[in-house]
């Protein structure tokens, strides 16, 4: 068949008077081929117009269609068994040809960033070899749309936390920000609504404000609006994980900026230059980054358990042993647990990522083991008794001796008669005590009273005599 522009020359050549056999001898093709063009007298390429071997079967065609939801292989089957002897690749084109099931495709966008004027972030799931597992992981992602700078980390799972874990980082890598950073739809950033109407929640609406960018999310459906960030996850997938085992999490990250470095500076024939090449004029745009940014962490309450441990992630992590039973606060950041009595950190351990039940114990917050205390060692009381007061030294041994036990609780009780008396009258006493071998704590606590009763508890003569008063 001749195309619309041999059409045109056989009917330009015929119009200046040439014969159909110096056309045909010119233009290489048959004298037949010509006759046809200039008895038509349109350039036009006209349309075939065949017989479909589907035509007769039409209205059985779109029924089935509807009852089989569109799946082309049930409705094959269907009108077969009504007696069309249609092949599937028949069936196919007819409905490809007159529109059924099948619409046609919108032409993609084409869209132009100035330098710093937008990044794209999205994760997408992947499989790799981690610590010899084969695993799902979230693959995520940054890119600058300028330049096509990447970043990619590995995450057991994706949530806010490890959202804004991930942009620290990759922004913290490319040394500034784009002043919007363009998302899906995800329940990790959107409070509500979708697309030009989305919300963010307004815990990553402060983040992006600490770091001067603004989250914005494409519509529905519309994913070549984030082509720049889609279209490298097959990348990913088929380049940097083919073939690639690590032996844990933070070896998969640190591998994966190393990734990120090489494919960053090698020459793309698409770009006409490599990616480090367009980002030394993107990074001038860039949002630049503060001058100091509070360490993202995950907030846990958590109360010490009898064992000495707080429960993070289905992980537990010791505390010292001495805080069993009081509540603490646990703030879960990129590489660290960390524990805290008020403001103050008592305890920080290696954050377990990817793993459960693990047990983390410092030995430092465990008691001393086989150290038990020395039988003759003076007690706290004893010590205390002495230090406050010296010169109750031989009374102490002395009431030691003669008490139950290690005579702790003796020492308790001349330690609040100490406390609760004036210091004079109880040191008079005691010496007292001590010199006739009294060791009895109730029968001194009488003689104490006995020293101070006529200085500490006579009552005032004006209200000795209204009492007599009141009672007349």
Known sequence: MLDQKQRTA??????????????????????????????????????????????????QIL??????KGNLV??????????????????????????????????????????????????????ATIGGVLCKVQTASLVLCHSRMIFIQLYPTFTRFDCKVFLTDAIAYFGGAASRCMIDNTHVVV???????????????????????????????????????????????????AGRKFNDWLHANQEAITWCDRQNATF????????RDLFATELLALVPLPIWAPEVYLLHHRIVDAEGYVNVCRNRYSAPWRLIGRAMEVRETKHHIEIFDGPRLVAAHQRQIGAHDV???????????????????????????????????????????????????????L?????????????????????????DLDRLERMVLQQIARDYFVL???????????DE
């Not at 050549?13 to 063009?37: E, F, P, T, Y």
């Not at 690749?89 to 132009?112: M, N």
């Not at 960030?229 to 997938?237: G, S």
């Not at 004006?462 to 009141?470: A, F, S, T, V």
């Open 63 to 68: 029924e089935q269609y509807a009852l089989c």
């Open 460 to 470: 005032p003569i004006e209200r000795l005599d209204k009492d007599d008063d009141d």
């Open 415 to 439: 330690q609040r008669l100490m406390r609760e008396y004036p210091r004079a009258p109880f040191l008079a006493t005691v010496r007292r005590a001590e010199q006739y071998g009294l060791f």
């Open 268 to 275: 793309s024939p698409k770009l006409h230059a490599s990616r």
């Open 74 to 127: 049930r409705v094959h089957e269907e009108i077969g068994k009504l007696g069309a002897t249609l092949s599937y690749q028949a069936l196919t084109a007819f409905c490809r040809r007159h529109g059924i099931g099948a619409e046609p495709k919108p032409p993609a966008g084409r869209y132009h960033f100035e330098p710093g004027e937008e990044m794209q972030h999205d994760t997408s799931p992947h499989r």
């Open 359 to 413: 047990w983390i114990t410092l030995p430092e917050h465990r008691p001393p083991r086989g150290q038990g205390r020395p039988k003759d060692a003076a007690p706290a009381e004893e010590q205390q008794l002495l230090k406050a007061e010296p010169s109750l030294a031989g009374y102490v041994t002395a009431l030691r001796r003669h008490a139950h036990g290690r005579g702790t609780l003796a020492l308790r009780r």
């Open 191 to 241: 409070l509500k609504g979708t697309g030009a109407d989305m919300v963010p929640v307004p815990e990553m609406a402060a983040f992006g404000e600490r770091y001067g960018f603004v989250f914005e999310a494409h519509e529905k459906g519309d994913a070549n609006r984030s082509a720049r960030v889609e279209a490298p996850f097959d990348w990913v997938d088929n380049n940097f994980l």
């Open 10 to 59: 056989v009917l330009a050549l015929h119009d200046k008077k040439h014969g159909v056999r110096a056309i045909a001898r010119a233009l290489g093709i048959s004298r037949g081929a010509v006759r046809d063009v200039i008895a038509s007298g349109r350039e036009e390429v006209p349309s075939l117009v065949r017989e479909q071997s589907a035509e007769p079967w039409r209205d």
